[in-house]
C-alpha cells in the first residue's frame, strides 16, 4: 500500500443548516482529489448522498456528480445548497407567513407573543431567547434573554408569567399532538408508535409552533421557489425545536434520540429569521436534476431518489463513471428517526414512505452499519470498471467505524490503496480501487502480523500514538492479507474478531506500553518500552524542523502551505495534528495577515549569535563560581577535580528528546537550557507524549533568561545558583495551546 498524503482543506466559515447532523468535513478537499484523478466533465457517483457541500464541491469543479439519496431531508439539504431560492424570496416568504392572520392577530406576533417574558431589571415585555429545561418537569426552570429595552441581558430563573405562559400551551398539547402525528402516518398504521415516540422530542410549545406553521402552509399562495425558502425555513425551525439540545454545551453532535439532564428550548420565531442568513449562499447556482435527466457536460448534480441496487444496470450501461466520492455514513438513529418525521411534516405521508423504515430502528450497531455498507459497495462493484477509484472520507473516525467501513469495502472487492489519518476530529481519507474479483481469497487473521504492523509504526512515529492510530495499523495489516474478514462470516462476527486481534496484539507484547488512566486497550496512547532499533526521532521533532526549515526557506507562508509541504513528508499514520503545527508556529514565528514568518530571534544567523552568548554567559559563570570550564559538542561542562559538575546543553531548539538521547552526562548533572520561546512547544510535546514527560522529569530545564538575571548577580553563590535553577519550572510558560 502507497499511503498519500493527507489532503489538507479549510474548516467552512459557516456549517450551514442542521450542520450537527451533516458530515463534519473540511472545503477543499474533494477539489484537490479530482483533477488528478478524473477529467473535469466526467462523471462521479456519490453512492451515499450524505454530504451535500462534498458533492456540490465536485460539482462547481465542473464534474458530472450521480448521487443516490435516500432520506428526504438530506435530498432537501442538496437541492438547496446547489440551488437557493434568493434571498429576496426568503423574506417574502418569511414576511407573507408573518402576516397572516390568527384570529384577531397576525400570526408573527402571536408566535412571537409565545415567548415573551418579563425583564428582570426594566419590568419590560421583551423576547426571551432561550427558556431551560430541565428532563422530566413541566415547566421551564430559566429563561435567557437580552432586553431591548435596558440592555440587560443572560440568564435568569423564570417568574409566574412564565410559568402560566408554559401552561397554558401544554393545556392544548394533546391536540397538537396528534395534528403532528397524522401528517406523518395514518391513525391505522403500524408504525403509529414510532412517529409517536419521536415526537415525544418535541415539547409543548415548540410543537404548538411547528403545527400552527405548517398548517398554514397549504392557506398560503406562494411561489414554487418562496415555498421552498419557507420550507428550508421551518426546517430550520424542526431542528431548533427538539429537545437534543443539551445545556450547558459547545457543539453537540447527536446520535441517539436522548433527552439530555438540561436542554435549550429555543424561540422559535427567533430560529425562522436565523434560518434566513443560513441558507442564502452567495455562490452561483448548480445544476441539479432528477434521474434520469441527465446533466450537460459543464458540471451539475443528478439524483437518484433511492438506493444504488435500483440504479446499478442503468449506470452500467449509460454512465461511464470515472471515480467515486462519498462521505461515508455512520448510523444516526436520531438524525434518521427525525428525517422522517420532518419530512411528514414539511411534504405528508407520501414522502416518509421510502424513509419509513428509519422510524422503526432504534439501535445501530458497528454490525448492521457494515453489512448496509457491503452491500452499497457489492452493487458499486457491478456498476463501476476495473481499477475505478474511490476517495472516501471517514468523518468522526472512531475506532470500530473505522474497522466496519474497511471491512464492508474489502469484502465487496475494493482493494485498499491509501489511508491517511490525522486525528480522531478529522475525517480519514481513503483510497479504494475497484478490484478484479468481488469475493477473492481469504486468510485467518494472524496475530503477529498485526502485532508488528503496530510495533513498526510505533518504532518508526518514535513517539506514543492514540489508540485510533494503532488500530488503523493493524487494520492496514489485516487488509494486506485479506484477514479482515472470512467468506461467509458474517459481520459482527467478524467485527467481534478483528477487535479481539488487535486486543490481544497489543496486550500480549510487553514490548508495548500503555499510558492510560483506563483499563480498556482503546483507551488513552500506546507506546514501545524503551526505543529499539536505535533511536528514531520523534514525529514532533521532526515536524518541528521541517516547519522551520520550511519557514527559513519560505518565509510569509500562509498556513495551507505550510501543510502543503509537510504533509507529503508525513504522508499516511504520521499526518501531524494542526495543534502541533500550530504549537510550532506560535514557538518560531509570527503572523502578519495570514502570512507566517520566523521570528527576527529565530533567523539561524540570529540563533547562532545567541548561542554563542548564552555560551560565553556560562563560562563566566562558572568561572564565578570556581569551576573549571571547558566545551565538549554543544555541551558546557562545569568540572572540578576532573570531575563533571554540571553539563549545559544549550539548544536553539525544542527537541528536547533528542538532546535527552543524545547526552552522555546523568541526568542529576545535565542541564537543558532553551530558549523562552520554545518553553511552551516543549511544554506541549510533554503533554501530548507521556514517555517524554517522564524522560523530562529526570532533567532540569531552563530558559535562557535565567541565564542571562544570574549572570547579574552580583554576589552568587554555588548554592543560590543551585536554588535559581530549580526555581524556573518550564510548565509555567504554557501559553493556551489546542491540545491535540
Ligand atoms: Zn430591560
New binding site residues.
Given amino acids: 500500500m502507497d499511503h498519500q498524503p493527507y489532503i489538507p482543506g479549510m474548516s467552512p466559515a459557516d456549517p450551514g443548516p442542521l450542520s450537527r447532523f451533516t458530515p463534519p468535513l473540511e472545503e477543499g478537499v474533494i477539489a484537490r482529489w479530482l483533477p488528478l484523478h478524473a477529467p473535469p466533465g466526467s462523471w462521479l457517483l456519490d453512492p451515499f448522498g450524505f454530504s451535500p457541500r462534498l458533492v456540490l464541491e465536485a460539482a462547481r469543479m465542473g464534474y458530472r456528480v450521480l448521487v443516490t439519496v435516500n432520506n428526504p431531508i438530506t435530498r432537501f439539504l442538496l437541492e438547496m445548497a446547489a440551488n437557493p431560492p434568493s434571498e429576496a424570496d426568503f423574506k417574502a416568504a418569511l414576511a407573507d407567513l408573518a402576516v397572516m392572520k390568527k384570529g384577531d392577530e397576525r400570526l408573527g406576533v402571536h408566535l412571537q407573543s409565545l415567548y415573551l417574558t418579563t425583564?428582570?431589571?426594566?419590568?419590560?415585555q421583551?423576547q426571551a431567547d432561550l427558556f431551560l429545561w430541565r428532563k422530566g418537569e413541566d415547566v421551564p426552570y430559566a429563561r435567557v434573554y437580552t432586553?431591548?429595552?435596558?440592555?440587560?441581558s443572560g440568564e435568569h430563573i423564570v417568574r409566574t408569567d412564565d410559568i402560566e405562559r408554559a401552561k397554558k400551551i401544554a393545556a392544548t398539547d394533546t391536540l397538537h399532538r396528534s395534528r403532528s402525528f397524522e401528517r406523518v402516518a395514518a391513525l391505522n398504521d403500524d408504525d403509529r408508535f414510532y412517529v409517536e415516540e419521536a415526537i415525544e422530542h418535541y415539547l409543548p410549545r415548540p410543537l404548538y409552533f411547528l403545527t400552527t406553521v405548517i398548517n398554514r402552509l397549504e392557506n398560503l399562495n406562494l411561489t414554487p421557489e418562496r415555498k421552498r425558502a419557507l420550507h428550508a425555513l421551518i426546517l430550520v425551525a424542526c431542528d431548533a425545536g427538539n429537545t437534543l439540545w443539551g445545556h450547558p454545551s459547545e457543539r453537540p453532535r447527536p446520535k441517539q434520540l436522548n433527552i439530555p439532564n438540561q436542554f435549550r428550548e429555543f424561540n422559535l420565531w427567533n430560529q425562522l429569521e436565523r434560518g434566513l442568513g443560513l441558507w442564502t449562499e452567495t455562490a452561483s447556482g448548480v445544476v441539479v436534476e432528477a434521474w434520469p435527466k441527465k446533466i450537460p457536460e459543464s458540471g451539475g448534480i443528478c439524483i437518484y431518489e433511492g438506493r444504488l441496487k435500483g440504479l446499478a444496470e442503468e449506470v452500467k450501461k449509460e454512465i461511464p463513471i470515472a471515480a467515486v466520492i462519498g462521505s461515508v455514513p455512520r448510523p444516526n438513529q436520531a438524525f434518521w428517526t427525525l428525517s422522517a418525521l420532518w419530512a411528514g411534516w414539511l411534504w405528508g405521508k407520501e414522502a416518509v414512505e421510502p424513509f419509513k423504515v428509519a422510524l422503526r430502528r432504534r439501535r445501530y450497531d458497528w454490525a448492521w452499519n457494515a453489512t448496509a455498507l457491503n452491500a452499497a459497495f457489492g452493487h458499486m462493484f457491478d456498476l463501476l470498471p476495473l481499477n475505478t477509484p474511490f476517495f472516501g472520507l471517514v468523518p468522526e473516525p472512531e475506532p470500530q467505524f473505522l474497522t466496519s467501513v474497511l471491512t464492508a469495502a474489502n469484502a465487496a472487492g475494493f482493494g485498499l490503496h491509501s489511508l491517511a489519518l490525522r486525528t480522531e476530529h478529522d475525517a480519514v481519507q481513503l483510497v479504494w480501487r475497484r478490484g478484479e474479483h468481488l469475493k477473492r481469497e481469504t486468510n485467518d487473521a494472524d496475530i503477529e502480523e498485526v502485532r508488528s504492523a503496530i510495533h513498526e509504526h510505533l518504532v518508526e512515529r518514535g513517539e506514543p500514538a492514540s489508540y485510533l492510530h494503532v488500530h488503523a495499523a493493524g487494520l492496514i495489516a489485516l487488509v494486506e492479507t485479506h484477514a479482515l474478514k472470512k467468506r461467509n462470516q458474517e459481520f459482527d462476527e467478524a467485527l467481534r474478531a478483528t477487535q479481539l486481534v488487535i486486543q490481544k496484539a497489543l496486550e500480549g507484547d510487553d514490548r508495548f506500553i500503555h499510558h492510560s488512566s483506563g483499563e480498556n486497550v482503546d483507551t488513552g496512547m500506546w507506546g514501545l518500552k524503551t526505543p529499539q532499533h536505535g533511536y528514531r526521532e520523534s514525529l514532533s521533532d521532526r515536524v518541528e524542523v521541517a516547519i522551520v526549515t520550511f519557514l527559513q526557506k519560505n518565509p510569509n507562508s500562509i498556513y495551507l502551505e505550510i501543510e502543503d509541504d509537510l504533509y507529503p513528508r508525513f504522508p499516511g499514520l504520521f499526518t501531524p495534528s494542526k495543534a502541533m503545527i500550530y504549537a510550532v508556529l506560535q514557538s518560531y514565528a509570527e503572523r502578519s495577515g495570514a502570512a507566517w514568518t520566523l521570528r527576527p530571534e529565530d533567523v539561524a544567523a540570529a540563533r547562532r549569535n545567541e548561542l554563542n552568548n548564552i555560551t560565553a554567559m556560562l563560562e563566566v559563570i562558572g568561572t564565578r563560581l570556581g569551576y573549571g570550564t571547558s566545551k565538549e559538542d554543544r555541551n558546557i561542562l562545569w568540572q572540578e577535580d576532573g570531575q563533571v559538575a554540571f553539563a549545559f546543553d544549550v539548544l536553539a531548539s525544542a527537541l528536547v528528546g533528542r538532546a535527552i538521547h543524545e547526552t552522555p552526562h546523568s541526568p542529576e548533572r545535565t542541564i537543558l537550557i532553551l530558549p523562552g520561546g520554545r518553553a511552551a512547544l516543549a511544554t506541549y510535546k510533554a503533554q501530548r507524549d507521556p514517555s517524554l514527560a517522564a524522560r523530562m522529569k529526570q532533567y532540569r530545564v531552563v530558559k535562557y533568561r535565567l541565564l542571562r538575571a544570574l549572570v547579574e548577580v552580583p554576589v552568587l553563590t554555588r548554592e543560590t545558583f543551585t536554588e535559581q535553577i530549580m526555581r524556573d519550572p518550564l510548565e509555567k510558560s504554557t501559553a493556551q495551546l489546542m491540545m491535540f
Avoid: M, P
Avoid at 147 to 152: A, I, L, S, V
Fill in positions: 425583564c428582570e431589571k426594566c419590568e419590560s421583551i432586553c431591548t429595552q435596558c440592555g440587560d
